[in-house]
């Protein structure tokens, strides 16, 4: 077994863990902590507090009913979920799924599948590596900015919905990507709060990718480098 771990004492209600390499079966359970790896992958149930896990090179589920979760370097998958706090992934080399009931979601680069959903939070994914296989962005928010970095001869079918209910504040989509950009200048009461939209859709290349952006009260940036 070529394990290396480091529980880090808990300051302020965060776990610190660092597994590289794990081939066999490994679990710690303090009450409040679960943390189980099987054949390398990295498991993490908390019923509070925050988590930080430096490297996953065979996957992490990691969950939280409340705190920030960080992860530095994830490879095959990560799927990390909190009721509160936000979600930092450094470094992904296969599907991301990020969920945060209040928080943002950054994925500094990832060449992967990806999606992330917060209830009120900016999104700030870097999508990275040429794009042979389907690799599926989506990105949610019901109150943020979204912004999103992909290659530019990243094939993709791109849809944009931003909703704004603010009066005092123009949003916008930010895109040079050639989409067809509609704005509705009327008001919709259908759904309770006035609201109005702004939609963007078109492909790029083969159109072999699916990016979805929806949020409200918040910009949505779309970068090709």
Same mark, same amino acid.
């Given at each position: 077994?070529?394990?290396?771990?480091?529980?880090?004492?808990?300051?302020?209600?965060?776990? +610190?863990?660092?597994?590289?390499?794990?081939?066999?079966?490994?679990?710690?359970?303090?009450?409040?902590?679960?943390?189980? +790896?099987?054949?390398?992958?990295?498991?993490?149930?908390?019923?509070?507090?925050?988590?930080?896990?430096?490297?996953?090179?065979?996957?992490?589920?990691?969950?939280?009913?409340?705190?920030?979760?960080?992860?530095?370097?994830?490879?095959?998958?990560?799927? +990390?979920?909190?009721?509160?706090?936000?979600?930092?992934?450094?470094?992904?080399?296969?599907?991301?799924?990020?969920?945060?009931?209040?928080?943002?979601?950054?994925?500094?680069? +990832?060449?992967?599948?990806?999606?992330?959903?917060?209830?009120?939070?900016?999104?700030?994914?870097?999508?990275?590596?040429?794009?042979?296989?389907?690799?599926?962005?989506?990105?949610?928010?019901?109150?943020?900015?979204?912004?999103?970095?992909?290659?530019?001869?990243?094939?993709?079918?791109?849809?944009?919905?931003?909703?704004?209910?603010?009066?005092?504040?123009?949003?916008?989509?930010?895109?040079?990507?050639?989409?067809?950009?509609?704005?509705?200048?009327?008001?919709?009461?259908?759904?309770?709060?006035?609201?109005?939209?702004?939609?963007?859709?078109?492909?790029?290349?083969?159109?072999?990718?699916?990016?979805?952006?929806?949020?409200?009260?918040?910009?949505?940036?779309?970068?090709?480098?």
């Amino acid at each position: 077994m070529n394990l290396r771990k480091t529980f880090a004492p808990i300051m302020a209600g965060a776990l +610190a863990v660092v597994l590289a390499g794990c081939k066999g079966p490994m679990s710690f359970d303090d009450g409040i902590t679960r943390v189980k +790896a099987e054949s390398g992958e990295v498991n993490i149930t908390r019923m509070g507090g925050g988590i930080d896990v430096g490297e996953a090179p065979h996957g992490a589920t990691l969950t939280t009913m409340g705190g920030g979760i960080h992860l530095g370097s994830v490879a095959e998958f990560a799927k +990390a979920t909190t009721m509160g706090g936000g979600i930092d992934i450094d470094r992904s080399t296969g599907r991301v799924e990020a969920t945060t009931m209040g928080g943002g979601i950054t994925i500094g680069t +990832a060449n992967g599948p990806i999606k992330a959903s917060t209830m009120g939070g900016d999104i700030k994914v870097r999508e990275v590596g040429t794009s042979t296989v389907e690799r599926d962005i989506e990105l949610t928010s019901k109150g943020g900015t979204i912004e999103l970095t992909v290659p530019k001869d990243f094939p993709m079918e791109v849809r944009i919905l931003l909703e704004s209910t603010k009066r005092d504040r123009d949003f916008q989509i930010e895109q040079h990507a050639g989409l067809e950009v509609r704005q509705t200048n009327e008001w919709d009461n259908s759904e309770g709060t006035p609201r109005r939209y702004i939609r963007a859709a078109g492909r790029v290349g083969s159109g072999l990718n699916q990016v979805t952006i929806k949020t409200i009260n918040g910009d949505v940036i779309l970068r090709q480098e």
